[in-house]
């Protein structure tokens, strides 16, 4: 902990929390955490587009925050945390789908 404080003041440090390497992800943790509150909120309000889109948007940047030179492990967290709650949410979608029968119906539809 002691080195991270001295870390903290040095002139790399104030760098770093001043750079978009930091606050980019900072802002970016709004799409996670509305995610996670959303994982609280009826199934039927989710929507079946966005859900899987945000999915993949986050898997997307996972990548990119490994790739990106430096690594921006934030950036990772952020996305990790997101792609997490939005399969969840499609976990929750599909789970409702079936309660609701609509899943058994778009199955005679196809097979019709």
Known sequence: ???FVSWLRTPAAREYFCSTHFWGPVANWALP???LADLKKDPSMISATM???LFMYSCVFMRFALRVQ???MLLFACHLTNATAQGA???RLVKYKM???EV???DAVIKA
């Open 104 to 106: 058994k119906k778009a």
């Open 99 to 101: 309660d609701e029968g």
């Open 89 to 91: 949410q499609i976990f």
């Open 51 to 53: 859900t899987p889109t």
């Open 1 to 3: 902990m002691s080195s």
């Open 33 to 35: 955490l509305a995610a």
């Open 70 to 72: 430096p690594r921006n």
